[in-house]
Nanobody, 113 residues
Framework: QVQLLESGGGLAQAGGSLRLSCSASGTTLSNHGVAWYRQAPGKQRDLVATITTGAFVAYVDSVKGRFTNSRDSAKNIIYLQMNNLKPEDSAVYYC???????WGQGTQVTVSS
């Protein structure tokens, strides 16, 4: 059974940094494209970043230049490095395998002003 697990969320001050991790069991992440989403209270779940099997990355405009998506294939982990955090980045962050329609359980990120 394939499962995803996000970690690394927490509380940060505006301008600070957090690094989220998406680890997998039951599959090798380097064989999949992976997407990060976030959902703030009362809002829809939105795409934030993607990384392909070839490590091509893409970001929504609101996080470009601040977030970095990367792979550690040896550890079977996808990272989302988030710098210069803003209060509007506060949300539950999820990773997803689109090819298998599998989501992680999410990790909370809270950014204080």
């Amino acid at each position: 059974q394939v499962q995803l697990l996000e970690s690394g969320g927490g509380l940060a001050q505006a301008g600070g940094s957090l690094r989220l991790s998406c680890s997998a069991s039951g599959t090798t992440l380097s064989n999949h494209g992976v997407a990060w989403y976030r959902q703030a209270p009362g809002k829809q779940r939105d795409l934030v970043a993607t990384i392909t099997t070839g490590a091509f990355v893409a970001y929504v405009d609101s996080v470009k230049g601040r977030f970095t998506n990367s792979r550690d294939s040896a550890k079977n982990i996808i990272y989302l490095q988030m710098n210069n955090l803003k209060p509007e980045d506060s949300a539950v962050y999820y990773c997803r395998l689109p090819s298998m329609e599998i989501w992680g359980q999410g990790t909370q990120v809270t950014v204080s002003s």
